[in-house]
């Protein structure tokens, strides 16, 4: 009910309120306390709300009491800003807290002389562990997975396989499947706990083993892996190298923040935005979005190009001038509905080769539709307005031309940008600007040079 709390909410603003009045009064005592009563969200969630200098005040007097797991809950640009008031020795335990990819993923934060310095503070096994996780590039499988899992030979028996778990220190705490390989290493399968549970203990474990379970190899696109766990309702998944050796695991909590990241990415640069600046610096954000803002630019002298090129008609019939921004508007909204269905389908592989066509043709239909929708509503509403049934039937037409023209610019741009390996959510939003503008404006001053003047 509106009147009462949200029970989810850890951080309501009158604890972040009570933070900052402590760190005011500098009473680091209450800090550590409000800070350690909050999970590892809940104290990130705190850190993004702070100023900078309030941020870098907090973490100093209270990084004793920072769970691990809050650093890889942290916003990218923050993430840097914490890491920067801890020393070699703090972010080394903390690493020694976290699984091997979110460990990786904290250190490849740092530049290398303080990853050194940081990897120097760690066990050699564990040293080992994340400079093998971040070998691979950033956004593969292999700097995904975690190595800490159950793998077992193909050679023993089920009661083999629960003693090694009864008496194993090194395992994950949680476990879902028992991964069986060969003497090579190599994955021969896996079995469910709950089927080895149900299984008497003579029983080899070769015997219940899922052979055919789905594998993806350390160099595949994080992206490619998000796709295989959505569509087989996967949980987990082995990670294996060229030779088909097994090399760890992907989990699917690992998988949930890589559809996120995803789906923000995309939200984004669809926007013109390469990089979420929610906590960046504003000379670094007007940096950031510099790039598009200047080929909008671009696009739009071009446009205005178009408009200059009718000048005389728009002299003569000042009506033009105020009508043809609402042929334009509406090309570029019905252009941007198809091109974010289009993008958004390209990204999860629903939109492919196969059927690019009939969503073309589908989308086309649409913009036809819409386009002679708008049309007579705009046409007699601008024959009221200004008396001129000729004046009326020409945007009517121009507003079918550019809404058909959107619609296929929204399907055809990302599909040719995919085609020559350019991500279409960067670029297309941009091109369709243009697209939609042009042809608008082309096609109402064009029609009303020829039948209005």
Known sequence: MSGEPDVLDEVPPELVRRVEEALAEDRSEELRGLLGGLSAVG????????????????????????????????????????????????????????????????????????????????????????????????????????????????????????????????????????????????????????????????????????????????????????????????????????????????????????????????????????????????????????????VNLATAVLASLVIGQFEHSIEKLVALAVLMPIVASMGGNAGTQTVTVAVRALATGQLTAANALRFVAKEAAVGGLNGFLFAFVMGAAVVAWYGDWRLGAVIAAAMVCNLIAAALAGTLIPLGLQKFGIDPAVSSTVFLTTVTDVIGFCAFLGLATIFLL
């Open 43 to 294: 104290q990130a969630s705190i850190l993004e709300q702070l100023s900078e200098p309030e941020r870098d005040q907090l973490v100093t007097i209270t990084k004793g009491e920072l769970d691990p797991e809050t650093l890889i809950e942290l916003d990218e640009e923050v993430l840097e800003s914490v890491l920067d008031q801890l020393d070699s020795k703090d972010i080394a335990a903390a690493a020694r807290e976290l699984e091997t990819d979110d460990a990786a993923s904290i250190l490849e934060e740092l530049r290398d002389e303080e990853r050194q310095e940081v990897l120097a503070e760690l066990p050699a096994a564990e040293r080992a562990e994340i400079e093998s996780a971040l070998a691979y590039p950033e956004g593969t499988a292999g700097r995904l997975m975690q190595r800490s899992l159950v793998k077992v030979p193909d050679s023993w028996a089920v009661g083999e396989v629960i003693d090694h778990c009864r008496e194993a220190t090194d395992l994950p705490d949680d476990v879902y499947d028992i991964f069986v390989v060969d003497a090579g290493g190599r994955l021969r399968g896996s079995v469910p706990l709950g089927r080895m549970l149900r299984t008497k203990r003579p029983v080899p474990i070769v015997n219940i083993v899922d052979p055919d379970i789905r594998s993806v190899p350390a160099t595949a696109d994080q992206a490619e892996v998000a796709h295989l766990f959505r569509d087989h309702n996967l949980v987990s998944c082995p990670v294996v190298d060229s030779r088909g050796r097994l090399e760890g695991v992907i989990m699917v909590d690992d998988v949930v923040d890589v559809i996120d990241e995803e789906a923000e990415e995309d939200l984004l640069k669809m926007g013109g935005v390469g990089h979420d600046d929610m906590y960046a610096s504003p000379v670094r954000t007007a940096r950031l979005r510099m790039v598009w803002l200047t």
